[in-house]
């Protein structure tokens, strides 16, 4: 077995590294007090282009798009030491385009799709939002009821969707919706994009959200689309959009991975120089096994989601390890980070640092694509019939 990253994996990490040390970094003390005083932790329209444009001209741009549309071409086991460095900071940017999404477009995309959508998508030149969940169907999208059906050249949606991020700012959504069976069967389910502004996809509640963020309740009238914006096979949309859900968990995990590392790091930087009754907390066994199981339990998720990593790049099964990752990293992140908050004390308690806002992500984190208790669940069943 080979646990040496290939040098270039490595050069990119440490440019990523470096990029947001020194682009990212140091617009968190802004967005903090921004924050505090009750507006968005979001980057304004200026801090966003002037980002853009420097990642861009580091080449930061499609990392793991193909190459013929003008991406790196980069596989999954790359992109997990490139997420875990973005998830050292608080700022919610994303380089373009983002993982999940790009994959499940590279997987069932037309060429006429992949002119319209996924080229532009590459490029950086749009947006785009997942339309999965619903009242009724969160950690299990088999529960659908939005529905979707054939009208002549087009299809017609109706339904209603909750929790999608990204609404406000998608230049497209990738809608579920049922098109055959009943809500609780896989089967039955595609996947079709809707453009923003289509009468019918109505952003109809703006939900706010922990840390400053906010997710979208989304209805479909009648909402009308022609029959070419069905994306992938029809009524086989479930498996390729386990794929992209994958994807997420994976990348998830790396920045679940980033977070604790620099909660870990302001730990041990912190701890020598704090003395209670004498002594450095450095010196004491509580902070010490904190530090230890810290360190043991990062450097242990790290090795799952390069394996994790490393089966899809290799098509392998990973329903599993997905969930595996998913739960085991953002439940570890969750423990550092709070043990980090519990040692600076008072201090770990304000908005003056950024531990708040990684606690905030990492809690949003343990919920959004799958919760613990689900990917707990899935494990167990998966494990469980190996024995039957």
């Known amino acids: 077995m080979e646990f040496e990253l290939k040098e270039e994996w490595r050069m990119l990490k440490d440019l990523v590294a470096r990029f947001v040390r020194e682009e990212l970094v140091p617009l968190e003390p802004a967005l903090l007090q921004r924050e505090a005083e009750g507006g968005s932790i979001g980057l304004s329209e200026e801090e966003g282009a002037r980002i853009d ?60 799709q992949k002119k319209r959508y996924l080229e532009p998508y590459v ?26 059906v054939r009208d002549g050249d087009h299809w017609v ?39 923003k502004g289509t009468p019918g996809f109505i952003p109809a509640r703006k939900i706010p959200m922990i840390g400053g963020s906010a ?24 498996e390729p959009m386990q794929a992209r859900l994958g994807a997420r968990r994976v990348q998830m995990a790396a920045w679940a991975i980033g977070k604790a590392q ?39 998720t790290r090795l799952m989601t390069y394996e994790c990593a490393w089966r ?18 953002t439940e570890m992140a969750w423990e550092v980070v709070d043990r980090a908050m519990q040692t600076f004390g008072a201090m770990g308690m304000t908005k003056e640092l950024p531990l708040q806002q990684m606690a905030n992500a990492v809690r949003l984190m343990r919920i959004y694509e799958g919760p613990t208790e689900v990917h707990r669940m899935v494990v167990a069943r998966n494990t469980l019939a190996r024995f039957r």
């Open 157 to 195: 949606i109706n339904g209603r969707k909750i929790w999608i991020s990204n609404l406000e700012r998608a230049d497209f959504g990738i809608v579920m919706a049922r098109t055959s069976g009943s809500p609780g069967s896989r089967g039955g389910i595609s996947a079709f994009i809707v453009d």
């Open 215 to 238: 997710t979208w309740e989304v209805l479909f009238d009648d909402c009308r689309i022609p029959a070419g914006q069905l994306l992938g096979t029809l009524d086989q949309g479930f």
């Open 53 to 112: 444009r420097r990642s861009r001209e580091l080449g930061l741009w499609g990392l793991d798009a193909p190459q013929e549309i003008g991406g790196s071409d980069l596989p999954m086991a790359a992109m997990v030491g490139v997420n875990e460095e973005m998830g050292h900071s608080i700022v919610p940017y994303y380089l373009p385009p983002d993982t999940p999404n790009l994959r499940l477009l590279m997987l069932t995309a037309t060429p006429e």
């Open 123 to 148: 490029r950086g030149e749009t947006k785009s939002a997942i339309v999965i969940s619903e009242p009724g169907a969160g950690g299990d999208p088999s529960g659908l009821s939005t529905r979707a």
């Open 262 to 300: 620099r909660a870990l790091d302001m730990l041990c930087t912190y701890a020598p120089q704090r003395k209670t009754f004498g002594l450095p907390l450095s010196e004491r066994q509580a902070i010490q096994w904190w530090i230890a199981d810290a360190a043991t339990r990062i450097h242990a």
């Open 312 to 329: 899809i790049d290799r098509g392998l099964d990973v329903r599993t390890q997905t969930s595996m990752v998913k739960a085991y990293a």
